[in-house]
């Protein structure tokens, strides 16, 4: 039976397999794509019986390809934190880890999962994602040094940034590649110490990115939100959306905007709700056609010009 691994090209998703094919090797076809990219579910072949390992996408955005597996006699195996739907599949050949809590993410649950073996790989992921807390935390409990955890968290940050772009021609490697590099190292701190040449490109792109992406115009700034806008430039959509946790972080009583220009017109959206009240996101972006995401941070994939507007009014009073 044919393997499939189907995961989000940001840290959470990469973190997550890395740990799941840590503890248990397999030959596998990788499926995975720009952060945004979540529909990814149909790429999996449903004429024969597959195994299907499917990680931090959302099961509402992809139900019915899921469903057309199962049909199929396939073996599903799914972790998310994402909103799933209003009901999970009733399938025998269907096994869920579905936590929406916004102290959570995909590794962690994956973590928790396998008994805390590569628990690293899981801190990598719980800075990249943002919930720092909850990765600070670990990092404690597993008796981290203050250079240690910085460390993990400037992995986890790079490595989510990677996962940003419109395509994947605007990301500095494709998600599948840089898993495979980073699968090699059972614990990342050894990656950290080797200076592997996909790092150094990656931390070095982060830097001169984010840079630029502080110096970005604010569009509207208000007591309960900050929105900022960014050119139709690689560097920009790369950037956009560890600039939001940036920014959230300066931030924590505001919930924070990326708008990012693209070329049809049309705006690209990253949506923080603010760090003192982690929810919301999701409801946000679900308010405009191509948005979603999680209750922490979501996005609107295209946002119309002519909406605009009602996107500014929308994220300067969910919170007020």
């Known amino acids: 039976m ?64 899921v469903d ?40 962690l649950l994956v973590n928790k999962h396998l008994g805390g073996q590569f628990h690293n790989w899981a801190i990598v992921a719980a800075f990249g994602d943002n919930l720092n807390a909850v990765a600070d935390g670990l990092a404690k409990a597993a008796g981290l040094s203050a250079k240690q955890t910085q460390a993990l968290r400037s992995l986890g940050v790079c490595i989510n940034y990677n996962g940003y772009g419109t395509t994947v021609d605007d990301l500095h490697f494709h998600p599948a590649d840089l898993y495979r590099e980073f699968v090699k190292f059972e614990d990342p701190l050894e990656l950290i110490a080797s200076e ?65 220009e693209i070329a049809d017109g049309s705006y690209l959206v990253s949506i923080r709700a603010p760090l003192n009240n982690r929810t919301g996101a999701d409801e946000l972006a679900r308010m405009f056609r191509t948005g979603g995401g999680r209750k922490a941070a979501a996005g609107i994939n295209n946002l119309p010009k002519n909406q605009l507007d009602n996107f500014l009014s929308a994220i300067a009073e969910f919170w007020s």
């Open 196 to 260: 592997p040449l996909a790092w150094q490109k990656l931390r070095n792109g982060y830097e001169t990115d984010m840079a630029s992406g502080l110096a970005a115009p604010v569009l509207a700034e208000n007591n309960s939100s900050l929105v900022v806008k960014l050119p139709d430039e690689p560097w920009a959509r790369r950037v956009s959306g560890v600039l939001g946790n940036e920014l959230a972080n300066r931030n924590p009583d505001k919930a924070c905007g990326i708008v990012t």
């Open 2 to 65: 044919n393997a499939y691994d189907v995961f989000n090209g940001d840290a959470d998703g990469i973190c997550a397999l890395i740990q799941l094919r840590l503890a248990k090797p397999m030959v596998t076809t990788l499926i995975t794509g720009v952060k945004r990219d979540i529909a990814l579910v149909r790429q999996v072949p449903n004429i024969e019986p597959v195994k299907a390992t499917i990680l931090d996408i959302s099961l509402d955005r992809n139900r019915e390809a």
């Open 68 to 107: 057309a597996l199962l049909a199929a006699g396939s073996a599903v195996f799914y972790v998310d934190h994402h909103f799933p739907g209003e009901l999970l599949p009733n399938a025998p050949n269907f096994t869920a880890l579905i936590d929406t809590q916004p102290t959570t993410c995909t590794s």
